[in-house]
């Protein structure tokens, strides 16, 4: 498939697919292993890849998710964001705002330049030639890192890390604007975080302190970041910016307002009160939203997984066994549902992909795509 334009929609492809020239918000997912896909712009969104996939000269805006072994990617520039690779990933020539998380064994991270992040390295990685804003990889028990300034990330810590004067037990205190701390484990402390401050990968019992109050995390402000969340974690009062992802089961979110972003939420999940922007009400269990953005409408949410009133731009993938989906309007895209889905009342430019045994979908109109 080659040379498509604005607005294109491309779902589950599999090996020896190849993919040429898309241009502005351009979405693909779920490509396997042998998928070649060259020469993306703007506002190109790519998820779910396997192994072996090639992606080559991505550009500003790109967002590329779940990557696994023998990935290439290279020739990133400004607003990239590379999530979730694996073993034996290469990438090469990053600038500015690069986002890379989740690096496991053997990565190689190479001409990465301002403001650049980078999560989760592990064993073998090799970083290099790192200027201004420049993350901390690759940290074990007794590694020392000092005199570290604004827009620092810090990653992988493990007891006894040391880093600018830290203290045992991996304490972490006195970020300021644009600070970014990533991957604590239980009994962690972390203090004293401002304006533009991200806290990822927290697991039970960590404390979060001098936010605004208590050793929850309440009451962040501009520009937070909160990913990975696990069972019992609460999160109150978040306003402008806030972007939260990764929640499991018994999780809390309340109280969002103006540009925040929810995703991948599982069982158990409360997602309440939120206003300008993204709105999600009275969710209950088994419900999953994800990749949400500015100006989405999720409202009255009940068990097992019921969607209702979306508007225009929105996208929901994955849904399983009776999951219900009702008024859809302009460009929703919904893909991979299987047994006992039920569709209905779709309007202009509405696109239905792989559905299976007992769906149902009904009243389509202007430029409806169904399939399989």
Avoid: Q
Avoid at 171 to 193: E, L, P, Q, W
Avoid at 282 to 289: A, I
């Amino acid at each position: 498939m080659m040379n498509y334009t604005s607005g294109i929609h491309m779902v589950n492809y599999t090996s020896g697919t190849s993919v040429v020239n898309y241009t502005s918000r351009t979405t693909m997912m779920n490509y396997t292993s042998g998928t070649s896909m060259v020469n993306y712009t703007s506002g190109t969104s790519m998820v779910n890849y396997t192994s072996g996939t090639i992606m080559v000269n991505y550009t500003s805006g790109t967002s590329v998710v779940n990557y696994t072994s023998g990935t290439t990617m290279m020739n990133y520039t400004s607003g990239t964001s590379m999530v979730n690779y694996t073993s034996g990933t290469s990438v090469v020539n990053y600038t500015s705002r690069t986002t890379m998380m989740n690096y496991t064994s053997g990565t190689s991270v190479a001409n990465y330049t301002s403001e650049t992040s980078m999560v989760n390295y592990t064993s073998g990685t090799t970083m290099m030639n790192y200027t201004s804003g420049t993350s901390m990889v690759n940290y074990t028990s007794g590694t020392s890192v000092v005199n570290y300034t604004s827009r620092t990330t810090m990653m992988n810590y493990t007891s006894g890390t040391s880093v600018a004067n830290y203290t045992s037990e991996t304490s972490v205190v006195n970020y300021t604007s644009g600070t970014t701390m990533m991957n604590y484990t239980s009994g962690t402390s972390v203090a004293n975080y401002t304006s533009e401050t991200s806290v990822v990968n927290y697991t039970s019992g960590t404390t979060m302190m001098n936010y605004t109050s208590g050793t929850s995390m309440v009451n962040y402000t501009s520009r937070t970041t909160m990913m990975n969340y696990t069972s019992g974690t609460s999160v109150a009062n978040y306003t402008s910016g806030t972007s939260m992802v990764n929640y499991t089961s018994g999780t809390s979110v309340v109280n969002y307002t103006s540009g925040t972003t929810m995703m991948n939420y599982t069982s158990g999940t409360s997602m309440v009160n939120y206003t300008s922007g993204t709105s999600v009400v009275n969710y209950t269990s088994r419900t999953t939203m994800m990749n949400y953005t500015s100006g989405t409408s999720v409202a009255n949410y009940t068990s097992e997984t019921s969607v209702v009133n979306y508007t225009s731009g929105t996208t929901m993938m994955n849904y399983t066994s009776g999951t219900s989906m009702v008024n859809y309007t302009s460009r929703t895209t919904m893909m991979n549902y299987t047994s006992g889905t039920s569709v209905a009342n779709y309007t202009s430019e509405t696109s239905v992909v792989n559905y299976t045994s007992g769906t149902s979908v009904v009243n389509y109109t202007s430029r409806t795509t169904i399939v399989n």
